[in-house]
């Protein structure tokens, strides 16, 4: 047994066993207590040690594993303007040449062609030699090695890390993506003898002494950036002398179990620099984004040297707070670099001449915040904390379509400034209280988020409204009720788009008590087809198509199409009574737009690597077929005519008849206002309130179309859509809006209708003659004998 002990504790062992054969004094029981207490102290120290090895590797793991955005499309339509391809490329530090590019990471562009010499990587990534055929501002023809391609992905830009936290913004950077100048300016201020120390500075802390002695001050710290880093991530900021001496031994044992590389890297994403807000600024890559609108490659001595400078009191030498006293500090760090001989007399002219002023992202550090969040949550669902712990280096890619984020971020809070300057009724003076909204998009085929935005600002509110808020979905719910009539999983369907319903004012018996629901505006529109009772939200005709198929029949149907909330089969569900949240609703309209298919999940993951670059199995939900393929399209047809000639009509112009579809969504009492609208390719969902649920009495049309509308355009620009493809078993029939039948020449209106083949209703009989009547058999026995 005492064999399999380390050399240090046997030998420890072995001489108290020594002491306790001696003769009996009290010189060996003395003895015997010390070197059990040295035995005890020993122990105590391993093993405080280990623990925190163990803990400092499992923040390293996790800060260490990268989240990215899915790589940017390149394909024949896209406009790379509109994608803003060119910074792009500068945020994944390409650099541009004259010539043609010669290594992976360079790129030329002329105003007919752009060649990119792509780094891969990720989902699909790229490599050889990538050139795009412009005219104008779009892609006409991709082709990589010589060889045309449909399409193809960039590599794709680094969001956050998996250690990322609530409240921070935060940027995470890899070593090879920090410049030599911002690294001199780091090691300048705070450490410049780091590549020569194992952890604490025995010749630092003797100047620091020295220094501090001679100006009666605390003038310069002695802490390493070992010492720093074991702080931050492992220690209270209490300042005791065995807290001090806790951090020197710990640090010792960091530099002794990794290599300096990792540590100086650990530093860089861990270092606090400051406040956006409420949000702490964590990390450099966040700092200059924050701090100067850049990436971290793209910062200057003088940038550089600042933030360098904030990292011994980020708040007092912040730009943004005291601006004299951050250019104070950069020129210290300036002479200090001059005085190492890292630059020369004309960098620390240039340096020290540049004003010093904040010209930060709007955002801050951290793109898309919200999405971010909601990874994390998946992460932690997926996997467990060992996995997540063992994953250092792993790489987690995710469905973010960075151009399509900005468009939401854009539209939300342009959209939301606009209804508070339309509407002074709606404008509340503290920022916490003010309108909120979220806007989520989805790419149909998965099912997956390619833009999430969880509110109008990130720095006041951290709440995700997009995933957690549960609201009443209002007329937004009613295409499920619809989809319930409408289908036909067994047998003919109980309704076609023109089969008549009644909208006038109804009443039905629930329990002990009456329930009268009203149209909006108290509209009745009569007698009018399945059509246009969903176009025009006619909340009477739709309760009365809900009380035709059956209120549990209605919930089957939401359920099947992936509304998972509590539901009841009462009449007020079919006007959407309940809660749902964004997501989920917006992933209930998938199966609408991609043929029937229900996705699966996670919502945010496309491909995770390991450390080695191998993917790792991610555990996914079932998708399953709750519509067939002309099922969906018949109801993306209904849904296309609220955008064509409904409540969404304000959004016809957006693009060419049949591509896009959607339902708007208002709550009777005006607290919650909803747009959910389709391509062949794109999913949104618009939804604007206030958190305290205070009425706002506006509509769907008025609220969340609007801004909708102001993303789509944008998405449409920068990725164009062509109109939906009638699939097989879908039939077109001229018909009569008065009456649901099949229109002669002698009927006063005459549309044409979307039907499930094999349910097209029957000729009208209303109007014309008996030879109208036999020409109009006529045609449909020819019709049916070609088929």
Request: aromatic share 6%; net charge positive.
């Amino acid at each position: 047994m005492i064999r399999q002990l380390p050399p240090w504790l046997r030998a420890l062992l072995t001489k108290a066993l020594e002491i306790v054969r001696a003769p009996r004094s009290r010189w060996a029981i003395a003895g015997l207590v010390v070197v059990g207490l040295a035995v005890v102290a020993a122990i105590a120290l391993t093993t405080h040690s280990a623990l925190a090895l163990r803990r400092f590797e499992r923040a390293e793991a996790r800060r260490a594993t990268f989240v990215h955005a899915a790589g940017q499309l390149l394909a024949p339509g896209i406009s790379v303007r509109a994608i803003d391809l060119g910074a792009t490329l500068g945020r994944l530090r390409y650099v541009e040449t004259r010539g043609a590019p010669g290594a992976p990471g360079q790129h030329r562009r002329t105003a007919a062609q752009w060649d990119i010499a792509p780094r891969g990587g990720g989902v699909d990534g790229a490599t050889g030699r990538l050139r795009l055929d412009l005219r104008g501002d779009r892609i006409t023809k991709v082709t990589l090695d010589n060889e045309p391609v449909s399409d193809v992905r960039l590599e794709g830009e680094v969001l956050t890390s998996a250690g990322d936290r609530v409240g921070e913004d935060y940027r995470p950077v890899q070593l090879g993506d920090v410049p030599p100048v911002a690294m001199r300016a780091i090691l300048a201020a705070e450490d410049h003898r780091f590549f020569d120390h194992r952890g604490v500075d025995l010749v630092g802390l003797a100047r620091a002494a020295w220094v501090n002695m001679r100006s009666g001050r605390v003038a310069q710290g002695g802490s390493t950036i070992t010492q720093q880093l074991v702080k931050n991530r492992l220690l209270t900021p209490r300042r005791t002398v065995m807290r001090k001496l806790e951090e020197a031994w710990l640090a010792t044992l960091i530099e002794w179990r990794y290599p300096k590389k990792r540590i100086l890297e650990a530093y860089l994403n861990e270092i606090y620099l400051g406040q956006r807000g409420p949000l702490a600024i964590r990390g450099f890559g966040a700092a200059a984004r924050s701090y100067f609108g850049k990436e971290i490659h793209q910062l200057d001595l003088g940038e550089a040297a600042l933030l360098a400078g904030m990292a011994r009191a980020p708040n007092t030498y912040s730009p943004a707070v005291n601006p004299e006293r951050s250019r104070e500090r950069r020129d210290v760090v300036l002479a200090r670099m001059r005085e190492l001989g890292w630059i020369d007399d004309d960098d620390l002219r240039v340096a020290r001449a540049a004003r010093v002023g904040v010209r930060g992202t709007p955002g801050g550090g951290q793109s898309a915040p919200y999405f971010t969040d909601h990874v994390r949550q998946e992460i932690e669902q997926l996997f467990d904390d060992d996995s997540l712990d063992r994953a250092r280096g792993a790489r987690i890619h995710t469905t973010l379509d960075l151009p399509l984020q900005r468009f939401a971020e854009t539209a939300l809070t342009r959209g939301l400034d606009r209804l508070e300057t339309r509407h002074r009724a709606l404008r509340r003076p503290a920022a916490g209280a003010r309108l909120q909204g979220a806007l989520i998009a989805l790419d149909p085929a998965t099912g997956r988020i390619t833009a999430l935005v969880g509110g109008r600002d990130y720095g006041t509110s951290q709440f995700n409204r997009a995933t957690l808020a549960r609201r009443q979905p209002g007329s937004a719910f009613k295409p499920f009720v619809y989809a319930a009539a409408l289908a036909a999983p067994h047998g003919a369907p109980k309704l076609t788009a023109a089969s008549i319903v009644e909208d006038t004012p109804v009443t039905l018996r629930v329990g002990d008590e009456d329930w009268s629901p009203r149209n909006y505006e108290d509209r009745y529109e009569g007698f009018v087809t399945v059509r246009r009772a969903l176009e025009h939200s006619l909340n009477a005709a739709t309760v009365r198509v809900g009380e035709a198929v059956g209120f549990k029949t209605v919930v089957d149907a939401a359920r099947a199409l992936g509304v998972h909330s509590r539901l009841s089969a009462v009449p007020a569900m079919v006007l959407g009574s309940f809660e749902v949240t964004p997501l989920e609703l917006a992933r209930a309209y998938v199966p609408f737009a991609n043929g029937g298919v229900r996705p699966g999940g996670p919502t945010t993951l496309a491909l995770v690597e390991d450390g080695d670059g191998s993917p790792v199995t991610i555990e996914e939900d079932a998708r399953d077929r709750v519509l067939s393929v002309p099922e969906a399209y018949l109801m993306t047809s209904l849904l296309g005519g609220v955008v064509q000639s409904g409540t969404a009509a304000a959004a016809r112009g957006l693009a060419a008849p049949g591509t896009l579809a959607g339902k708007t969504g208002t709550t009777n009492d005006g607290r919650d206002a909803w747009f959910i609208g389709y391509s062949p390719s794109l999913i949104a969902v618009v939804w604007v309130g206030f958190d305290d649920n205070e009425p706002h009495r506006l509509s769907g049309s008025d609220a969340a179309l609007p801004i909708w509308i102001d993303f789509m355009r944008q998405a449409l620009d920068a990725y164009p859509e062509k109109p939906f493809t009638p699939p097989p078993g879908i039939a077109f029939a001229e018909i009569d809006p008065t009456n649901g039948r099949v229109a002669n020449r002698s009927c006063p209106l005459i549309v044409r209708e979307t039907f499930l083949a094999g349910t097209e209703p029957p000729p009208c009989t209303e109007h014309g003659g008996v030879s109208e009547q036999f020409i109009d058999w006529w045609r449909r026995f020819r019709d049916w004998f070609k088929r």
